[in-house]
């Protein structure tokens, strides 16, 4: 079903709206997840050991409500429009962060977490439903590209202010961050809003396709094939996000420090990010997404070789090229998933990639803090060999689907082609 004619310049200033709502929004969970641990702890560096299993099960509960609900975002966001969606979960995350800042409990924040996990869902699913719609399919790899570099801009900007929040804050002032990550949902959301008063959405579908048949497109072969390595991408992520700044302080390295190496590091990525998109709509998408695979692999065994032996010239110079080499994963593998999607599902599809990735999220939290409990760092070093072992085995299976002919890698169309 159609909706009324709109302006031509619909697309680009939706487009518009979710890249910078976006950015605001990640920038708001990046602050605020930065310094959870610490903040959920009462301490500003170093964690103790008995306190990894609190953060961990606490922390959890965001994945868990995310793929709890998030296959019911997509499909709403599918039926009734992906800016409704979007806008309520930016509110209901801008209005959760600011009620963390007002306690310390571990039952209360676990449960602010848990609708945490929601709104982060449904925000995901209809903003990449957003960039699915509106990029023309010879550009999808660039747009992606776009939208994962203000993606993990934002993340990495709001994780370097709160490095630096926890070397120049005491604990008990640790709510401003959150405060501050409220405020930053709240300016993406009046963004969002404003460029797009008054314009109904293009195409926009109401009723046009029921759950069920939107939840067997999102889950054919050709699509899993795509999603899953992300499941194995966000156990590493997801571990990261908790435990990096609490272990970094406690180690010795100063945290306004890491503060600068991350931020240096998120000015990058405005530059890689649509370059990678562009060469996937060049070159093909499988060919940037074994590039990131191989980026990935090299950077864990990189990143262990940097623990055992400190910080070789070689082994930095190895790890930035593995890391560089990474991020070509991102906008290659979001371009091939929206290759594979129609319209009326997409915003569905999507939530099937959001709910991997929440899945990824718990599981790595949960095993990295088991294994680390009971072995220390080798456990740790059992957890990253089995990232990367599973990373290479779903990679190669997409691999052998494309050369066989099972899975079709389209040709680059014309970049006037539009997108459906």
Request: glycine content about 14%; hydrophobic content about 55%.
């Amino acid at each position: 079903m159609t909706g009324p004619p709109v302006a031509t310049d619909v697309g680009p200033r939706r487009l518009r709206a979710v890249f910078e709502t976006t950015f605001f929004v990640r920038f708001g969970f990046g602050l605020t997840v930065s310094i959870f641990a610490s903040y959920l702890v009462g301490r500003s560096a170093g964690i103790d050991a008995g306190a990894v299993g609190l953060v961990g099960v606490v922390s959890a509960l965001a994945p868990i409500g995310e793929f709890s609900t998030v296959l019911l975002s997509g499909a709403a966001a599918d039926r009734w429009g992906r800016l409704p969606v979007l806008f309520a979960g930016t509110a209901l995350a801008a209005t959760l962060l600011a009620l963390v800042s007002l306690t310390r409990s571990p039952v209360v924040l676990g449960v602010l977490n848990l609708l945490f996990g929601v709104a982060s869902g449904a925000i995901l699913a209809a903003s990449l439903a957003v960039v699915g719609d509106d990029a023309v399919r010879g550009r999808r790899g660039y747009e992606m590209g776009r939208f994962d570099a203000v993606n993990l801009l934002g993340w990495i900007l709001g994780f370097a202010l709160g490095f630096g929040a926890l070397g120049v804050l005491s604990n008990a002032d640790l709510v401003w961050p959150f405060r501050a990550g409220a405020a930053a949902l709240a300016l993406g959301l009046g963004v969002a809003y404003l460029l797009t008063r008054g314009r109904t959405e293009p195409e926009r579908v109401a009723g046009t396709e029921s759950l069920g048949r939107a939840l067997s497109a999102a889950l054919r072969r050709d699509v899993l094939v795509v999603t899953l390595p992300w499941f194995v991408i966000y156990m590493l992520i997801g571990t990261v996000f908790v435990f990096l700044g609490t272990a970094a302080t406690g180690a010795g390295l100063p945290a306004t420090d890491l503060a600068a190496l991350i931020g240096g590091g998120g000015l990058i990525l405005l530059l890689t990010q649509p370059s990678f998109g562009r060469l996937a709509d060049r070159y093909g998408r499988l060919r940037l997404m074994l590039v990131g695979t191989v980026g990935f692999v090299g950077l864990l065994i990189t990143a262990g070789l940097l623990a055992a032996y400190g910080p070789l010239p070689v082994l930095v110079g190895a790890a930035s090229v593995s890391a560089l080499a990474a991020l070509a994963y991102g906008p290659a593998a979001l371009a091939a998933l929206t290759d594979l999607t129609h319209r009326l599902s997409r915003a569905t599809t999507m939530a099937v990639y959001s709910l991997t990735i929440s899945l990824g999220m718990l599981v790595g939290l949960l095993a990295s803090t088991e294994l680390f409990s009971r072995f220390g760092a080798a456990g740790l070093d059992v957890f990253f060999a089995g990232v990367a072992t599973g990373l290479i085995a779903l990679t190669l299976v997409r691999y052998h689907d494309v050369r066989s002919g099972r899975i079709a890698e389209e040709a680059v169309p014309s970049p006037t082609t539009p997108a459906r």
